[in-house]
């Protein structure tokens, strides 16, 4: 063993693995430079708490986070140090060939488990040096992994994948997904044609398939993805207070230049307090949807007394903000919650005011570029992807199948355009309410954040961050945090499904993209459809619901229905459950009114109840 360990020295040199298994339990050992970044935890032995604990042994250990088979610290041991004992997990590491002055990487990935982890310092001679050994945790990546590893019935993505096709074949779009559970992707997948429908509505031949790599339009997950990440940033390293007055970022204007106008079922506010008021709103009144804004103003029709311009430029945007100014609210803020895309629209303008970059710019150089993200932009035919690699909305552009119409509509198919009319025709593609591209898998490597806290060597929110954005907004209010959807009471249940915990949170956007994190379980759930992307159910007696909506895989909780009744459960008992409820899903399907969609769901579900 020693004349190995000699040969791989002179071959690989002092920085190489220094025979990798010269640790116990195999626990990886080599010197390392120190990364550039922010980990976890600085931890600094001896005396790590700082203080003179009553219980001393707290002050020989620390915990961190990571999932079992990853997990790395990188371990500094200060000039002068002789010796020092180390466990990971009560595992002894072999700190003999640390030597005192340099740094170590120490990889802990085959004695990790999932969640908690504890590492100890022990035994430091000689005594009196402070600050003798330190170690910096990093945070857990996405690496690959299976359902059986997870303890997920693999019955319950069969059933997905049957659902989903037979789906496809009857009549719906596409669809992408992407799973994880502590840390590993445990199942991906992808199904259908990118354009499922030429413009005279008939089934369309010869569409690119639909790979794990093509881009949704996230629609609404944008706020979550561009406008809280920043926010959650700037709270967590101390650069933004949630108190932060919008008029203070926007200046003025944001008040003064409010009009009188009236709203339907609003509080109809005199605009002296209504400018009043507006002068009071912060960045939390926004996050919140408390802010008191109407939902969707149509800043891009002219015939909205607050017309803004429907060109996509540059100068239109400005035009919208202004337009957000002159915005009188229809509710006193903090009396109710009222889901807005102005909220999101004016946090756009206030980050960019802030970071003084615009949102694409300041993703790409804080988030995608260091977490390795390559499949997640806003405007994604200007950064390098071809209408065949993004799934098409709608197929008559905005215009509701020749029901809606206004200066600059699109007619054609919408693929590699944001779908959002605001968005595209009032904000040049970029907004803090819609315009994000992405798939499943970026997604969810983003989403990890919200369980970690950081990816990597980097750090990117706090846990108080986290636990303040996602905790019930009041005790009245639980299906909602700041910005997030939670499960609370229910009122979401149609994403969230009826298995998952009160304390789930996510994100859904109109488009059909669905993402959620369950906190406890360490379940992520990515499921990306473009189910606008059929004709609609009857666009003279409904100008938002389209077939798409109708199918199964249309409704996306289903998804993690299924996962949760596959967790900890066997296949057996699984297939047991499985043509019961499928009985009962075609029961209930027949309750609705007759008429295409409905028809062709019904013979999906029924196709999928013979296979079982």
């Known amino acids: ?81 002789e010796s020092f004992h180390m466990f990971v997990n009560n595992k002894k590491v072999r700190t003999g060939r640390m030597k005192a002055g340099d740094t170590y990487l120490v990889d802990v990935g085959n004695v990790s488990r999932d969640g908690t982890n504890t590492v100890a310092v022990t035994n430091i001679q000689p005594a009196s040096l402070k600050n003798a050994v330190i170690v910096r945790p990093d945070f857990p990546e996405l690496i690959d992994g299976s359902l059986r590893d997870a303890e997920i019935s693999p019955e319950s ?174 509710f006193r803020p903090d009396t109710r919650t009222l889901y807005s895309d102005v909220d999101y629209m004016l946090l756009a303008f206030v980050l960019e005011k802030i970071t003084g970059q615009d949102l694409q710019s300041y993703l790409k150089k804080v988030f995608w570029d260091p977490m390795g993200l390559t499949h997640i932009t806003y405007r994604p035919l200007d950064h390098g992807f071809s209408k065949d690699e993004i799934a098409a909305t709608e ?93 609370g009471n229910g009122s979401h249940v149609r994403f969230f499904s009826t298995q998952a915990p009160s304390y789930a949170y996510g994100h859904q956007g109109w488009t059909g993209a669905w993402t959620m994190a369950d906190p406890k379980t360490g379940l992520i759930v990515v499921y990306l459809t473009n189910k606008r992307n059929t004709p609609m159910v009857d666009p003279d007696k409904s100008l938002t619901e389209f077939d798409g909506n109708i199918y199964e895989a249309g409704t996306l909780g289903f998804v993690p229905q299924l996962l949760y009744m596959g967790m900890d459960t066997s296949d057996k008992d699984m297939r047991a459950v499985i043509p019961d409820l499928l009985d009962d899903m075609i029961q209930e399907k027949g309750k609705m009114e007759p008429g295409r969609a409905v028809n062709e769901s019904m013979a999906a579900l029924r196709e999928v109840r013979k296979q079982y």
């Open 157 to 330: 993505t069969k059933l997905i994948d049957r659902l989903v096709k037979a789906d496809i074949r009857h009549g719906f779009s596409s669809a992408q997904i992407a799973i994880v559970r502590n840390g590993r992707l445990i199942y991906q997948n992808a199904w259908g044609t990118v354009n499922a429908y030429n413009e005279d509505l008939t089934r369309k031949k010869g569409s690119a398939k639909v790979t794990n790599d093509t881009l949704y339009d996230i629609a609404s997950n944008t706020k979550m993805f561009a406008v809280n990440y920043i926010v959650q940033n700037l709270v967590s390293e101390g650069k933004l207070s949630l108190d932060t007055k919008i008029v203070d970022v926007i200046g003025p204007q944001f008040a003064e230049d409010t009009i009188d106008m009236k709203y339907d079922g609003g509080d109809n506010i005199p605009l002296a307090e209504n400018r009043s008021l507006k002068r009071g709103l912060t960045i939390r009144s926004l996050l919140l949807h408390r802010a008191g804004f109407p939902a969707d103003p149509a800043y891009q029709d002219s015939t909205y007394p607050l017309y803004s311009g429907s060109d996509g430029s540059a100068a239109t945007r400005q035009k919208t903000l202004e337009a957000i100014c002159r915005t009188p609210l229809m």
């Open 1 to 81: 063993m020693i004349s190995l360990l000699l040969a791989l020295t002179m071959v690989f040199g002092i920085g190489a693995f220094t025979a990798v298994q010269a640790a116990s339990h195999g626990i990886k050992i080599r010197k390392s430079e120190l990364p550039r970044g922010n980990f976890q935890m600085t931890a600094r032995f001896p005396d790590v708490t700082g203080t003179q604990e009553p219980m001393l042994m707290a002050n020989s250990m620390v915990s961190f986070l990571t999932y079992h088979g990853q997990g790395k610290l990188y371990v500094t041991v200060a000039p002068g140090v």
């Open 395 to 487: 197929i008559n552009g905005n215009t509701r199948e020749g029901r809606v119409t206004f200066q600059g509509i699109r007619k054609h198919t919408i693929q590699g355009e944001v779908h959002d009319s605001k968005c595209y025709y009032c904000m040049a593609g970029v907004s803090g309410h819609a315009g994000l591209f992405s798939n499943a898998t970026d997604l969810a490597k983003l989403m990890m954040l919200m369980l970690t806290g950081g990816y990597g060597n980097t750090r990117y929110f706090s846990q108080n961050v986290i636990d303040a954005f996602t905790a019930p907004q009041s005790e009245t209010e639980s299906d909602w945090g700041m910005g997030w959807y939670r499960k």
